[in-house]
């Protein structure tokens, strides 16, 4: 597959079929520095801003107007490329095959056309981005370029490659003579640390902002930088300690300290050096020759050894963080290594994958209720939150009502969702963690997946109606429905989740008016047509109160379906259920219906045992049931024998089971239940002087009385009274 929007990308040095931990294992504890990854590849990482984790906004994924140009007609195979990826657009190779025409052909028209379409569906193929910003840039749109990787970042608001491509853009389009260049480079670089400098793969971007602050000449500015990232744990996490060293080192301590900082181990190193120097006046002083003076140090002076110890100083504070900071990288390692592709990619992920990311996610999960249950909290806070560089390296912001394991989940579940996206089991997962804490949280969830990545898939779309419903939501829930339905039309679920819904809210007419709706246009599909028709009737018998309606329903659909089964023991079973004595004349007229429509044998007897069964049970007079029970004998001799061979076990024929509400459907035949030790060998022997037609006469109910099992109970045939009730034919 052609250049998925992270493999095989051409042009920008993109990757190529790359993994973001492509590292050597590591034995804990803890591991050691692995070498740094390429500087092409992308983690497809997450992170968190100072009160919730970045997340992106299917609102904003719509492109600006696109600035004119006079290349004149697009390339000749365009039209034909871009009418295959608009009527597959799930097809992600038409896609592709598209995008590398416009390429090959340098057609900027063509190819802006193409990049915005195929974003707005796959807005996580952080490389396509990077393109699409390419473009305009070579084209002389700076301002286009820049626009189209902020829209970029707002879709993935993770990826460290997005982020660092924003900033070279900046860095080459801005004039840094001008005095708000450096502040505006300094806050998209604070923006890039808050969404994606807590990631386990972010060493990139907190190299790329120390640099620069270097190059700016802010000493105090980069250690800050260093002594924040110090406290996130990252893959490099001991290199960032080694640079931190090194610019302490290579700098004075008043040039990368904080003025109060700086004061206060200055104080404890001067009273530390006082200690020192008098314990060892007293030694020099016996050693002096008599009337010698020890040499005056000027006061104010700031030796080198002085220096030193304030480094020293430092150090000390710093060992202790780092040393926290490995515990929880060395926590992290083998589940980090676990994950062969961090970034998102249509082809499937194996079981291996998923399982990592389950395995991440509930260690995670664990931690953060660990860490809810101690009262000692860690010490290591978010060290991206605060948003401006200070002058004071050891402060941090603490956000008391979202703890740093709750930071530590939304981050991995947001990077769970870039390589998973096509996953509707870690949506849902993360909605499930959301939901106690905020339902507006999780409703965003849902939009993003069914409105982004999972526009396709019925069942997270009716997850999140039952989830607005529940909430009270209710026009939001049938919005939901509806779209889904416009999306995806003929799902016949959709249609009765509709209904269901407006008939939970009350809204019986409009219940009715949505499966009399898809009656109406389905008469083309006779199967669908009978499908609704059941649905609205029972809706009629059972909620509305108006068997009439419900039977004319039937009725109508029975003369365009005359051989649906389904629909003659519905109509039969709405006969029987209602009022005894008036119901004789009607049971009996559905039957002789059922009789006369091209049904399978077995269908036919088993309606006229139905009707038989009915006037056993109700009928006034002996006459009218055992005409009825004629009728059914003569049915039984015409078909030759068909009721026979299926008690005999010859055939499999659908039986009628009677449902906890009283409607009919059609099942498959079932064992009778049987007891543990008696093993159900060949049927009994038909009773003597009797005829086997007449033991047909209740079917299934004569079979089943039958079963030897019951013999151990001294019940026998004496069961079966129809044998002794009616006459031999």
Request: a negative charge; charged letters at 30%.
């Amino acid at each position: 597959m052609a250049a998925e929007g992270c493999e095989e990308m051409s042009g920008n040095g993109e990757l190529e079929e790359s993994s973001a931990m492509d590292i050597a294992e590591v034995p804990p504890p803890p591991p050691p520095p692995p070498p740094p990854p390429e500087i092409s590849e992308e983690n497809g990482s997450a992170a968190v801003a100072p009160e919730a984790p970045v997340v992106p906004d299917p609102s904003s994924f719509s492109m600006p107007p696109a600035p004119e140009d006079e290349e004149g007609e697009l390339p000749a195979d365009f039209e034909r490329l871009w009418k295959a990826a608009h009527d597959n657009p799930q097809d992600f190779t038409s896609w592709t095959d598209l995008l590398q025409y416009c390429e090959q052909e340098s057609h900027v028209t063509a190819s802006r056309r193409a990049l915005e379409a195929f974003l707005i569906r796959y807005p996580l193929c952080y490389g396509y981005w990077k393109k699409f910003a390419d473009l305009e840039r070579r084209a002389g749109y700076n301002d286009k370029a820049e626009e189209v990787c902020n829209q970029g970042l707002r879709a993935i608001p993770l990826s460290v490659d997005l982020w660092i491509h924003y900033i070279n853009l900046l860095l080459g389009t801005l004039d840094m003579n001008l005095p708000e260049s450096p502040t505006r480079i300094r806050s998209v670089f604070e923006e890039a640390v808050a969404a994606a400098g807590l990631d386990f793969h972010s060493d990139r971007l907190w190299d790329l902002y120390v640099e620069w602050e270097k190059e700016q000449g802010n000493m105090k500015n980069a250690a800050t930088v260093l002594d924040r990232v110090l406290n996130v744990p990252t893959q490099l996490y001991n290199t960032h300690y080694e640079k931190f060293k090194e610019h302490l080192n290579n700098h004075a301590p008043k040039e990368v300290l904080s003025v109060e900082e700086y004061e206060e181990l200055r104080a404890l190193s001067r009273q530390s050096q006082k200690a020192e120097r008098a314990e060892q006046a007293q030694e020099e002083e016996k050693e002096r020759p008599p009337g010698e003076e020890e040499p005056a140090t000027p006061e104010g002076t700031d030796t080198e050894e002085l220096m030193q110890k304030i480094r020293d100083q430092v150090l000390v504070r710093k060992d202790k963080v780092y040393q926290d900071n490995e515990g929880e990288v060395r926590k992290r390692w083998h589940f980090e290594d676990a994950i062969k592709r961090p970034y998102f990619h249509v082809k499937p992920l194996d079981r291996l994958q998923l399982r990592a990311w389950h395995s991440y996610l509930d260690w995670e999960i664990a931690e953060l209720n660990r860490d809810s249950s101690d009262p000692a909290q860690d010490p290591n806070q978010v060290a991206a939150e605060g948003s401006e560089v200070t002058s004071q390296p050891q402060e941090k912001s603490e956000d008391a009502a979202v703890p740093r394991s709750d930071y530590r989940v939304r981050i991995l579940f947001e990077r769970c969702l870039i390589a998973c996206a096509l996953y509707e089991e870690f949506w849902t997962r993360y909605i499930q963690y959301l939901e106690p804490q905020s339902v507006d949280e999780a409703r965003a969830v849902y939009k993003r997946a069914c409105e982004v990545h999972l526009a396709y898939k019925p069942n997270i779309h009716m997850q999140w109606a039952t989830f607005e419903e529940r909430h009270g939501e209710l026009t939001e829930a049938r919005r939901v429905l509806e779209a889904l339905e416009k999306s995806m039309p003929g799902l016949a679920v959709v249609r009765l989740r509709r209904a269901a819904l407006e008939r939970r809210a009350g809204q019986l007419d409009q219940s009715e008016a949505l499966l009399r709706e898809a009656v109406d246009e389905s008469k083309e599909k006779p199967t669908l047509h009978a499908f609704y028709s059941i649905k609205l009737a029972r809706l009629l018998l059972k909620v509305g109160r108006n068997p009439s309606r419900a039977r004319r329903v039937l009725q109508e659909a029975l003369e365009i379906s005359p051989d649906n089964d389904k629909l003659h023991l519905n109509l039969l079973e709405l006969e029987v259920s209602g009022d005894p004595w008036a119901s004789a004349e009607a049971v009996q007229e559905c039957v002789t219906r059922a009789l006369a429509a091209p049904l399978a044998p077995h269908t036919k007897i088993l309606l006229s045992q139905r009707g038989l069964q009915f006037a056993e049970d109700y009928s006034n007079s002996i006459q009218s049931v055992l005409s009825v029970y004629e009728a059914h004998q003569k049915l039984l001799n015409e078909l030759g024998g068909t009721k026979r061979g299926a008690e005999n076990g010859d055939e499999d024929p659908e039986k009628l089971s009677k449902s906890d509400d009283g409607s009919a459907v059609a099942v498959s035949e079932q064992v009778p239940p049987t007891m543990p030790h008696v093993p159900i060998t060949t049927p009994p022997p038909p009773m003597m002087g009797t005829d086997m037609s007449s033991q047909a006469g209740y079917g299934a109910y004569s079979s089943w009385y039958q079963q030897p099992q019951y013999g151990g109970y001294g019940y026998q045939n004496t069961w079966n009274y129809n044998q002794s009730y009616y006459p031999p034919s």
